[in-house]
């Protein structure tokens, strides 16, 4: 199993420019979140999908869009990324167990111009 | 919103030695997870806590959910080089619907 898998590893954007970060896994589970970590600020929650169909703001989701796929992706689009998006993106998915313990991808750094 | 404080932000610590790190929120949470950061690496998962006192280990690693549901700690005992890393705190009051995560304490091992 790979887990959760995240593709790019790295990218470089202008700002303006838009581009779609992918995020998938193999562990058959029901909800998928992505977070962006700042420095000093941990992780903060960008948008999540509890089940196929469906998503919902977190935290911080100005400026980002989601797509819920199918079951095992979840991707997140800058339509036009600006400086403040400069950050380090993560994925990550849990099953509907009590607790919901979240398992995570190993990120994107991406850096807008 | 909710907002989760982790003490020390940093440590230095020769290897050999114990370590401890807390966590501490303004509200009540009913989930306690730790996760450790590798740089370059999404953080794993170390320890999940469910119960008010409850203490649990994982090998060398204990963390504890604190009584008043307020706070959580972690201890290492016995740490050694592939300790280094940041070590994050998440808290959820939904049963994990959402968690809120701590900033981070980095540690560093001194051989």
């Known amino acids: 199993n790979a887990g959760v898998t995240q593709t790019p590893k790295f990218q470089v954007l202008k700002t303006g420019q838009s581009m779609t970060l992918q995020c998938a896994q193999d562990?058959?589970?029901?909800?998928m979140y992505w977070y962006r970590q700042d420095p000093g600020m941990g992780l903060r929650l960008i948008y999540y999908s509890a089940s196929e169909g469906t998503t919902d703001k977190g935290e911080v989701p100005n400026g980002y869009n989601v797509s819920r796929l199918n079951k095992r992706e979840f991707s997140l689009r800058l339509e036009s990324a600006a400086p403040s998006q400069t950050s380090v993106y993560f994925c990550a998915s849990s099953e509907w167990s009590p607790y919901n313990e979240q398992f995570f991808g190993p990120g994107t750094r991406l850096t807008v111009l | 919103g909710q907002q989760l404080n982790q003490s020390p932000q940093s440590m230095f610590i020769q290897e050999g030695e114990d370590v401890s790190m807390n966590c501490t929120s303004s509200?009540?949470?009913?989930?306690w997870l730790w996760y450790k950061q590798d740089p370059g690496e999404g953080p794993v998962l170390l320890i999940a806590l469910y119960k008010a006192g409850e203490l649990t280990s994982n090998g060398r690693l204990t963390a504890q959910f604190g009584i008043t549901r307020k706070d959580s700690f972690l201890n290492i005992s016995a740490s050694i080089p592939s300790d280094v890393g940041i070590y994050f705190c998440?808290?959820?009051?939904?049963?994990?619907?959402?968690?809120?995560f701590g900033p981070g304490t980095r540690l560093s091992v001194l051989p």
């Open positions: 998440a808290g959820s009051d939904n049963y994990g619907q959402n968690f809120v």
């Open positions: 509200s009540i949470f009913n989930t």
């Open positions: 562990m058959n589970h029901n909800s």
